[in-house]
């Protein structure tokens, strides 16, 4: 069955970079859009960003664009969220989430990894 299994992360200095990983199981990360989505406590859902079956990626919000990136190792059947210049508003649990289009609808998610961006 589709499973997704986020690590990496973890307390980090505002300004300061973390990559944070997706593994997935019963499908091929390629062969299928994974959005990264964030939720902070007290907040709604927000949507980071895609890469597409193709490669291509979707910014769901601009505000991200310069900060963070998707990448992805297709041997290693696993999505990385790169993010850089973290800012105390970036604190939220991250989750990785099959997307087919890109268009931030969500089919399966995963736990999510706790991020914190604090001095």
């Known amino acids: 069955q589709v499973q997704l299994v986020e690590s990496g992360g973890g307390l980090v200095q505002p300004g300061g970079s973390l990559r944070v990983s997706c593994a997935a199981s019963?499908?091929?990360?390629?062969?299928?859009?994974i959005g990264w989505f964030r939720q902070a406590p007290g907040a709604e859902r927000e949507g980071v960003l895609c890469?597409?079956?193709?490669?291509?990626?979707?910014y769901y919000t601009d505000s991200m664009k310069g900060r963070f990136t998707i990448s992805r190792d297709n041997a290693k059947n696993t999505v990385y969220l790169q993010m850089n210049s973290l800012k105390a508003e970036d604190t939220a649990v991250y989750h990785c989430?099959?997307?087919?289009?890109?268009?931030?609808?969500?089919?399966?998610w995963g736990q999510g990894t706790q991020v914190t961006v604090s001095s």
């Open positions: 989430a099959t997307d087919g289009d890109c268009s931030g609808e969500y089919e399966y």
């Open positions: 890469i597409s079956s193709g490669g291509s990626v979707t």
């Open positions: 019963g499908f091929t990360v390629d062969s299928y859009g």
